[in-house]
């Protein structure tokens, strides 16, 4: 089993970035995908997740209305679109499986290497 994201880099604030998480190695339909983030000298926190079947999405309070979650059947891919970026986004963004409905990382059973996101003000 493997989540591979990709998409980070460096942006300025007010700008966008596009994180895409890439899965393979089994199927993913029972599955709940959520992003996480980590900023040095912080603890992982969840950010978004969405069902791969049926799509149902749920945000982190800080986040709504700037990202958006979606899933790509076709390539297998769930993606966070990070609109209005802040400097406090400032993070290691990672992908994760889970066959709870969680926002705990701890009940994640599946991780992604991580992805830097990096916001300039």
């Known amino acids: 089993v493997q989540l591979q994201a990709s998409g980070g880099g460096l942006v300025q604030a007010g700008g966008s970035l596009r994180l895409s998480c890439a899965a393979s190695g089994r199927t993913f339909s029972n599955y709940f995908m959520g992003w996480f983030r980590q900023a040095p000298g912080k603890e992982r926190e969840f950010v978004s997740r969405i069902r791969w079947t049926g799509g149902s999405t749920y945000y982190a309070d800080f986040v709504k209305g700037r990202f958006t979650i979606s899933r790509d059947y076709a390539k297998n891919t769930v993606n966070l679109q990070m609109n209005s970026l802040l400097p406090e986004d400032t993070a290691v963004y990672y992908c994760?499986?889970?066959?709870?409905?969680?926002?705990?990382?701890?009940?994640?059973?599946?991780w992604g290497q991580g992805t830097q996101v990096t916001v300039s003000s």
């Open positions: 994760a499986a889970a066959l709870q409905v969680t926002i705990r990382p701890q009940l994640y059973d599946y």
